[in-house]
């Protein structure tokens, strides 16, 4: 499997969560979309590009269980939490809740707009007052890399009336996916994380009744009427979009080539001889770990991943405050890598 993909051989990469890896043949349809459109510009954007969009969304709707006009294309999952979060129209003193355990960026969308509280997720529903508008989760956390369970707290805030915003960045081929069923109000997702399409291919489903509500990042032409949630989000000025266009050359290899199982047994694995170097107790229980874990570290060292890097090439991530370790197991992971994770670490901590 590394050989499928375009990753420096010289690099032991357990980084794959924070921005995926695009395999050689799925990078290679990326640049035939971008020669298309420069060897036509104005036939590609004017004439080509809606229906070309449209198929690559029937596609990823087919993947993640949604119709295809209930979904649209932004470049990160990031974006479509800003663009969920605004069309709330959520007024000084509403109040949006949330876990502890959210991205950092989006922490911040939510704190610009509304008075967002965050508490531990067993939690959530305790903390519910009259002030409060919606509930904001990760399907698969970041820094902790944890499965929540979304399907029963999606299910528990639309019974209380409450609006339901999924950050759901890591889950997009991680788990299998039915939008549809799970009924959220608003779902982020990432292709190009554990779906290894090219950078910058993000989407946002949007239940029929919300659509309305839903603006572009700017405006522009598709603001014309008729207008509609799709226009309104893919019109948005000259830019290029050959990463949504290549979504289904990913869906593609992703299906040929599955290794999920293998995959998260790893994982598993890894995190059980990580705490057990580490001295560290797992911080959840395995059942919430997929292909990515997080593990404690002994003591706070924000610097460990620049020193894993410069000094045995291991590329993976800290957490902001020192005191985890995330592995993250993709394809192209193999025993060795651990194995080169746990052999550099034993110099620090064995």
């Known amino acids: 499997m590394k050989e499928l993909f375009l990753l420096d051989p010289e690099v032991t990469f357990l980084n794959h969560g924070s921005f995926g890896a695009t395999p050689r043949a799925v990078f290679e349809r990326y640049q035939a979309w971008q020669r298309e459109l420069e060897r036509e510009p104005v036939d590609f954007i004017a004439r080509r590009l809606a229906p070309l969009l449209e198929e690559a969304r029937a596609a990823l709707g087919a993947f993640v269980g949604a119709r295809t006009d209930d979904l649209t294309f932004v470049q990160n999952a990031t974006t479509g939490v800003n663009l969920a979060a605004r069309a709330l129209d959520l007024e000084p003193g509403d109040q949006v809740l949330s876990t502890d355990l959210e991205y950092g960026a989006c922490v911040m969308t939510w704190t610009r707009l509304c008075d967002f509280v965050t508490v531990p997720y067993p939690e959530l529903f305790e903390h519910v007052t009259d002030r409060t508008r919606a509930v904001f989760l990760s399907h698969i956390t970041s820094e902790t890399a944890l499965l929540l369970p ?7 805030a639309r019974a209380r009336g409450l609006a339901t915003i999924v950050d759901g960045a890591h889950a997009v081929a991680q788990v299998d996916l039915d939008l549809d069923a799970l009924g ?6 990432n292709c190009h994380k554990w779906l290894s399409a090219p950078k910058g291919a993000g989407f946002l489903h949007v239940r029929p009744e919300w659509q309305d509500r839903v603006d572009g990042v700017i405006t522009s032409w598709g603001y014309a009427e008729p207008a509609s949630f799709i226009s309104r989000t893919e019109r948005q000025g000259t830019r290029d979009s050959s990463a949504y266009l290549t979504v289904p050359a990913a869906i593609d290899f992703f299906r040929e080539h599955d290794d999920r199982e293998r995959c998260v047994a790893l994982c598993r694995e890894a995190r059980r001889d990580l705490c057990e170097l580490l001295g560290t107790e797992p ?19 924000a610097d460990l991943n620049r020193w894993l ?42």
């Open 283 to 301: 911080i959840a229980s395995e059942e919430q770990v997929l292909q990515m874990a997080s593990v404690r570290l002994p003591r706070p060292d």
């Open 309 to 350: 890097f410069d000094e045995h090439r291991i590329e993976i991530p800290v957490s902001h405050d020192g005191t985890l370790l995330r592995i993250s197991v993709a394809p192209y992971t193999e025993r060795t890598d651990v194995d080169r994770l746990l052999s550099a670490l034993g110099e620090l901590y064995a």
């Open 150 to 156: 979304v399907e029963e707290i999606v299910r528990e």
């Open 184 to 189: 959220a109000d608003f779902y982020a997702g």
